[in-house]
Nanobody, 126 residues
């Protein structure tokens, strides 16, 4: 059974860092585009970053460019989201998702993705 599990969320002060993990079971992450999304209370889900299948090609939302870095460890079947210089507006539940179709890019639109994890809470506050 194909599953994604996020971890690494927590409470951090503004300016701090967190690293989120997205571990896959039942499939090989490298064969899928993986996206990170977040949803704050009362707001729509937002695409944060993604990494294309079988490639190092990445994409970032303008709001996180220069602060967040997505990476993949094929040996661990895990995708990471390193988040630095965190701001209160980065607060939300963060989800990872997998897109099973082969595309020349990776998408920040949630409708592109087929499989989702349960999410991990990130709170940036003093």
């Amino acid at each position: 059974q194909l599953q994604l599990a996020e971890s690494g969320g927590g409470l951090v002060q503004p300016g701090g860092s967190l690293r989120l993990s997205c571990a896959a079971s039942g499939f090989t992450l490298n064969d899928y585009a993986i996206g990170w999304f977040r949803q704050a209370p009362g707001k729509e889900r937002e695409g944060v970053s993604c990494i294309r299948r079988n490639s190092g090609i990445t994409n970032y939302a303008d709001s996180v460019k220069g602060r967040f870095t997505i990476s993949r460890d094929s040996a661990k079947n895990t995708v990471y989201l390193q988040m630095d210089s965190l701001k209160p507006e980065d607060t939300g539940v963060y989800y990872c998702a997998a897109d099973r179709f082969s595309r020349p890019y990776c998408s920040l639109s949630g409708t592109t993705y087929d499989y989702w994890g349960q999410g991990t809470q990130v709170t940036v506050s003093t």
